[in-house]
C-alpha cells in the first residue's frame, strides 16, 4: 500500500515517468495514474481499519445464552446460583444466595457447547443454576401444552402446579406436559441447572389450543393495555410428565 511516507517517492517517480505503486510506465508527469493509484490504495486502507474495528467489536461483544442483564418487567427473570461440584439435582434455592440476575423472554437454548459463563456476573460455565419466574397472559381459554428440553436437569410449573419433571443429570431430553388455563394472568416457573461441562440445553416450547408448537414467548403473551381488564387465571386437567419412564396422571383442578 501507499502511505503518507511514500509520497515523496511517488513525487520522485512522477519526474522519472514510473510508478512505484503498481510497477507500471507512465508518462513524465501524468498526474491522473497517480491520482488513481493513491485512492485505489487509500480504499484498501479504508478496508482494512473497518474490518479491524469489526473484529475487535466481535471480540468485545458478550455472548449471552439464557439471558442478558439488561432488566425487563415483561420478560422472565432468572436468578443464577452457584452449585457445588457433583450435584445431582435441582437444588432447593431458598437455601442458597443468588449470585446474580439476568432476564429473557424465551428460552432457546438449543444443545450446543457453552463456555462463555454469564457476561457481568461470572465466568461460571458448570455447576451453576438458573430460576426463571415471570407471568403471562391467556386470551383464548383452552387445553395448552408445553415442551421443555433440557440439559441437565429442568422443571416447568404453571400457577404452582407442576407439568414437567425432567430434573437429573442426563443429555438432552425432552418432556411435555398440559393443562387446560383460563383467561387471565398465569404465573411461570422454570428451574434449570447444568451439571459438568460443556453441553446446555434449556427450550421452552408452547401450543396453544388447535395451534403448532413454538417457542414459548412472552412477547406474544400480553396482557390488555388497560389494567382495568386484567384477571386472575385459573389451571386445571393437569396432566403431568415424569421422566424415566413413568405414565401421565391427570389431576384434576
Request: charged share 25%.
Amino acid at each position: 500500500m501507499v502511505y503518507l511516507w511514500r509520497m515523496p517517492m511517488m513525487v520522485r517517480d512522477i519526474q522519472m515517468g514510473e510508478c512505484c505503486h503498481c510497477a507500471n510506465h507512465a508518462q513524465v508527469g501524468d498526474l491522473r495514474h497517480y491520482n488513481m493509484c493513491i485512492l485505489v490504495d487509500l480504499m484498501h486502507l479504508l478496508l482494512v481499519v473497518l474490518a479491524a474495528g469489526v473484529s475487535v467489536l466481535a471480540q468485545e461483544k458478550p455472548e449471552y445464552t439464557f439471558g442478558t442483564t439488561t432488566v425487563s418487567t415483561s420478560g422472565l427473570q432468572g436468578r443464577v446460583y452457584f452449585l457445588k461440584k457433583n450435584t445431582a439435582r435441582l437444588p432447593k434455592f431458598d437455601r442458597l444466595k443468588s449470585v446474580g440476575t439476568i432476564y429473557t423472554n424465551t428460552l432457546n437454548v438449543t444443545p450446543r457447547q457453552f463456555a462463555e459463563g454469564f457476561p457481568g456476573i461470572s465466568r461460571r460455565f458448570e455447576w451453576f443454576a438458573i430460576d426463571y419466574t415471570g407471568r403471562f397472559w391467556i386470551d383464548t381459554a383452552g387445553e395448552y401444552r408445553f415442551r421443555l428440553l433440557s440439559d441437565d436437569g429442568a422443571r416447568l410449573s404453571i400457577d404452582d402446579e407442576e407439568l414437567i419433571d425432567n430434573d437429573g443429570l442426563h443429555p438432552t431430553a425432552t418432556l411435555s406436559g398440559s393443562a387446560i388455563l383460563s383467561r387471565g394472568i398465569h404465573t411461570i416457573h422454570v428451574s434449570y441447572f447444568q451439571g459438568p461441562r460443556y453441553m446446555v440445553a434449556l427450550v421452552l416450547s408452547v401450543a396453544a389450543p388447535e395451534e403448532d408448537w413454538r417457542i414459548f414467548d412472552t412477547e406474544k403473551f400480553l396482557p390488555p393495555k388497560d389494567p382495568g381488564e386484567w384477571v386472575s387465571g385459573t389451571i386445571r386437567e393437569v396432566r403431568h410428565s415424569l421422566r424415566f419412564g413413568e405414565p401421565n396422571r391427570i389431576i384434576e383442578k
